[in-house]
């Protein structure tokens, strides 16, 4: 988890203030986890709505039509060993690198479009993993009829590569409520499924480092669009820094965290003075 969990009762109960913006489309990957939101942006669907695409909710024709490409592929393939292999191990990131595989395959993106972020530091045990995932992906797809479209790209160096850059990139997306029935739906797709509706992937965001003491955070109110708020007044020339964790946690902890979960040892000013 990237954000502190406080940006949720601050965007509740005040109206939101401008900041930088990053709309949908610069986003090169995201993915829903919750039924109940947009298969393309992660918008909350309105009221029952009605799954018009193969179980599918689009909140809008454009957002079917961006989806178009790699939904075409996702829908004609049987993915229930990998739906089983991630949910029995509580896993999101290989469904990232699926949808990643499916808008290379279906030309929206290139497949070295991750290459500029920085990768995670692999264990060897966790490169095992990655090997026997990307095996099950491999056959899923070859099972379903892709060998020629997998050709030019699908390797085991290119799943290791692009899951070593999710897991250090990619933020857990929590919506924000906007009405009571909402707020009850929220809370049962929290027990269901960890409080997210989707993970996503930003490139100018990805290059935001962690201060266990921020001047900025990251919030979503509708969809996967997001903003990025100050939270004191910025001087010229500084750096915004957001938080990847909890930053109520002692230091121990919070290293503990960063240096297990993100791979690194942090040297914000607050971790170095020991507070
Ligand atoms: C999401 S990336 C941030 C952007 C990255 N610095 C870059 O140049 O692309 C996260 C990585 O940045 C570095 N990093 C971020 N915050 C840090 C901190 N407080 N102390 C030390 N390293 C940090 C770590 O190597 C971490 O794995």
């Not at 607050?270 to 507070?275: A, F, H, M, N, V």
């Amino acid at each position: 988890m990237r954000c502190a969990p406080l940006h949720l009762l601050l965007a509740i109960t005040s109206p939101p203030r401008p900041g930088l913006h990053f709309p949908h489309e610069w986003n090169q990957l995201v993915v829903r986890i919750w039924s109940q939101v947009c298969y393309s942006c992660l918008r909350r669907k309105a009221g029952k709505g009605s799954d018009s695409s193969g179980g599918c909710y689009f909140c809008s024709d454009a957002c079917r039509e961006h989806a178009e490409g790699f939904h075409g592929i996702e829908k004609n393939v049987d993915w229930s060993l990998l739906d089983d292999h991630c949910s029995s191990r509580g896993l999101k990131y290989p469904y990232m690198v699926k949808r990643l595989a499916c808008m290379v395959m279906s030309g929206a993106v290139g497949a070295d479009c991750l290459d500029i972020l920085q990768p995670a530091h692999l264990h060897q045990s966790t490169i095992t993993e990655m090997e026997e995932e990307f095996e099950l992906l491999d056959s899923t797809f070859r099972k379903a009829g892709f060998q020629e479209e997998l050709a030019t790209f699908f390797t085991k160096q290119w799943y290791i590569n692009v899951l070593a850059r999710i897991r250090v990139n990619a933020f857990r997306i929590e919506l924000v409520a906007s009405s009571y029935e909402d707020l009850l739906s929220s809370a049962i797709a929290s027990v269901a499924c960890d409080a997210s509706v989707g993970n996503a992937v930003y490139m100018l965001p990805s290059f935001y480092n962690h201060d266990c003491d921020p001047n900025t955070h990251i919030v979503w109110l509708e969809n996967a669009d997001a903003k990025l708020k100050t939270l004191r007044d910025i001087d010229e020339g500084e750096e915004l820094r957001i938080c990847y964790i909890d930053t109520s946690m002692d230091v121990n902890a919070r290293q503990k965290i960063l240096a297990e979960g993100f791979g690194f040892q942090c040297r914000c000013l607050r971790c170095l003075s020991g507070d």
